[in-house]
T-cell receptor, first 115, second 113 residues
Framework: EAQVTQNPRYLITVTGKKLTVTCSQNMNHEYMSWYRQDPGLGLRQIYYSMNVEVTDKGDVPEGYKVSRKEKRNFPLILESPSPNQTSLYFC??????????????FGSGTRLTVV | KNQVEQSPQSLIILEGKNCTLQCNYTVSPFSNLRWYKQDTGRGPVSLTIMTFSENTKSNGRYTATLDADTKQSSLHITASQLSDSASYICVVSATSGTYKYIFGTGTRLKVLA
């Protein structure tokens, strides 16, 4: 079964404590992306990756880092989290940036709270 | 500025009734338009995709329409079920050197028994 696995599902942390949200896919897709979703703002892209070792900024990259050392994994790193990064985060996967016939496949989400 | 606006923001209907959700966009140049369904606390799931030349596309009880001239799309849900309670998100793709995937803020639908 095609899956996009995010961990953890829920996370409460304190300001400044580095954290990593993992995203793993078994679909062998090249395109992976991170989004955050906030009430009234919709989904906003943080970073994306077209392939291994190829990453680029989305619309709201400040305060985040990513890496793509292997095709299946695309972790999101918050070096020094702040309360304004409290949000619902989604990893999205697709054959290419256009989404293919089926569109993006999203993970189940990570609800992050920074206090 | 590329924008996708959806209406209404929220909607409550009784089980078995039909409803229509609207999406207006100012994205250019247009590539395609998708509707996603997002259950509470879950990731969005694609319902339909429509390209410039398509006017109507169905997926079970869901029917999407597209008017590329007026830059409007609608999602019609027939004979609603409790499981239709979710947010419905319109996403428009633009290709202009750098590809963009632009999300609307969604319509939250609640179906009551």
């Amino acid at each position: 079964e095609a899956q996009v696995t995010q961990n953890p599902r829920y996370l409460i942390t304190v300001t400044g404590k580095k954290l990593t949200v993992t995203c793993s896919q078994n679909m062998n897709h090249e395109y992976m992306s991170w989004y955050r979703q906030d009430p009234g703002l919709g989904l906003r892209q943080i970073y994306y990756s077209m392939n291994v070792e190829v990453t680029d900024k989305g619309d709201v990259p400040e305060g985040y880092k990513v890496s793509r050392k292997e095709k299946r994994n695309f972790p999101l790193i918050l070096e020094s989290p702040s309360p304004n990064q409290t949000s619902l985060y989604f990893c999205a996967v697709a054959p290419d940036r256009l989404g293919g016939i089926g569109g993006y496949t999203f993970g189940s989400g990570t609800r992050l709270t920074v206090v | 500025k590329n924008q996708v606006e959806q209406s209404p923001q929220s909607l409550i209907i009784l089980e078995g009734k039909n409803c229509t959700l609207q999406c207006n966009y100012t994205v250019s140049p247009f590539s395609n338009l998708r509707w996603y369904k997002q259950d509470t606390g879950r990731g969005p799931v694609s319902l339909t995709i429509m390209t410039f030349s398509e006017n109507t596309k169905s997926n079970g009880r869901y029917t999407a329409t597209l008017d590329a001239d007026t830059k409007q799309s609608s999602l019609h849900i027939t004979a609603s079920q409790l499981s239709d309670s979710a947010s419905y998100i319109c996403v428009v793709s633009a290709t202009s050197g750098t590809y963009k995937y632009i999300f609307g803020t969604g319509t939250r639908l609640k179906v009551l028994a």
